[in-house]
């Protein structure tokens, strides 16, 4: 694209001529040769003293919303931001390809993974990478991606109103997602209810032949009414008989998850290689993306068996003679209680190491309490944080002693537990929100 590409969307006034340039950063340290960079003033930082910055390292023309002295041409606009979003719409458009997004409380970035892989049997494909699920993350997503794609997978995250509409209308999905409504970010939008409504934005960017894919099993997703929506909606599910594709028969062994697929197209034998309910409704979601789209059942099956979780994300292994689930990424009251299932699933004394769920507003201490109580057969609980010593009360209803709770406020603290108590045979669950770094506690532990 060039800088006048952008300039008849948006408008503004080129400063130091025009040029062209092949993709994007907002970073000055993700800066890459032949690239556009867009200045955003923040809250910490301000883009714009960091233009000539990004010259030195490739970048060759600019997006800015105050004058600057530039050592590269830059297109002045009124809302550098706005003009991002607008310049991958613009992209996106032009590549014109097989797009999915994905959004939901909790699970967005393993039924990414989990629709990519299965789309990989069939198309060379392009997904989000990382955390740039935002308003500022997808557009530089969009706009770095490859032309020699033929499909792409696009993660959504909020924490407002309003933010996924912008995403889905700048990235204008063929096929949306949404996993689930959970209790991320109630600091914020107050209600689940509303979390919801926000979720919905999804389908802003999509026209009337797209295809919304819902948890048929949520409390609030199933009774989605379809006629209420341009979009053809298809539920998935294990305990609604009446979804569209639905788990029979789950069997978990060996860290594979083995079960039969009812859907509209008939039925599938399908193997996952990981574990866990909530994977199950994941793998569903990634069978609807593939029959939508017209792979086969063979490839299907195929792209499952070649899922890869991202890091930090349910991954599990040995550790000198014990075994770690480590499920660091994030947590919420959801995700943590899918992680306690897969917990109690293993054999081994079992050891649920759990640090505080962040932007819970309120709600936080009840909460914590709440998920506490869903470690029924756990038999160590290690809990730090805030709200520690909710995780405590919670876990003494499920049955917990009192003498197998230990509470603590730091890693450092928490890493000293472990290491105390822990012995071979054992099996460890890490998770927290990503802001109390349970990943650290899991390094001290290799060390």
Known sequence: MKLSDIQTIVGGELIGGDTEFCGSAYDSREVFPGCLFVCLPGERTDGHNYINNAAEKGAVCAICQRKIESRIPYLLVDDS???????????????????????????????????????????????????????????????????????????????????????????CPDIAIVSNIGFSHIEYLGSRENIMKAKLEIVDGMNKDGVLIVNGDDEYLS???????????????????????????????????????????????????????????????????????????????????????????QNIYDLNGMTVIEDCYNASPDSVAAAINVLRAKNGRKIAVLGDMLELGERSEELHEMTGSKLLGADILIAYGSFAENYKKGAEKAGLSSEKIFTCKTTDEAAQIVKSISQKGDVLLFKASRGMHAEEIIAQLKN
Do not use: W
Request: aromatic share 8%; hydrophobic share 40%.
């Open 81 to 171: 931001l706005d003009a991002f979003q607008k310049a991958a719409n613009l992209y996106k458009k032009s590549v014109n390809i097989p797009t999915v997004a994905v959004t939901g409380s909790v699970g967005k970035t393993t039924t990414k993974e989990f629709a990519a892989a299965v789309l990989s049997s069939k198309y060379n494909v392009y997904k989000t990478d990382g955390n740039k699920n935002s308003t500022i993350g997808l557009p530089a997503t969009v706009l770095n991606m490859p032309k020699d794609k033929e499909a792409c997978v696009f993660e959504m995250g909020m924490s407002g109103f309003g933010e996924i509409s912008v995403m889905s209308k700048t990235a």
């Open 223 to 313: 009774k989605l009414d379809p006629k209420a929506f341009e979009q053809k909606i298809l539920f998935f599910g294990i305990g609604n008989k009446n979804a569209d594709y639905r788990a029979e028969d789950i069997l978990f062994s060996d860290g594979l998850c083995r079960f039969f697929a009812v859907t509209p197209n008939g039925v599938l034998s399908v193997r996952i290689p990981t574990e866990g309910l909530h994977n199950v409704y994941n793998a569903l979601s990634a069978i609807a993306v593939g029959q939508t789209l017209g792979l086969t059942t063979e490839q299907i099956k195929e792209g499952l068996l070649n899922f890869k979780n991202a890091p930090l994300r």
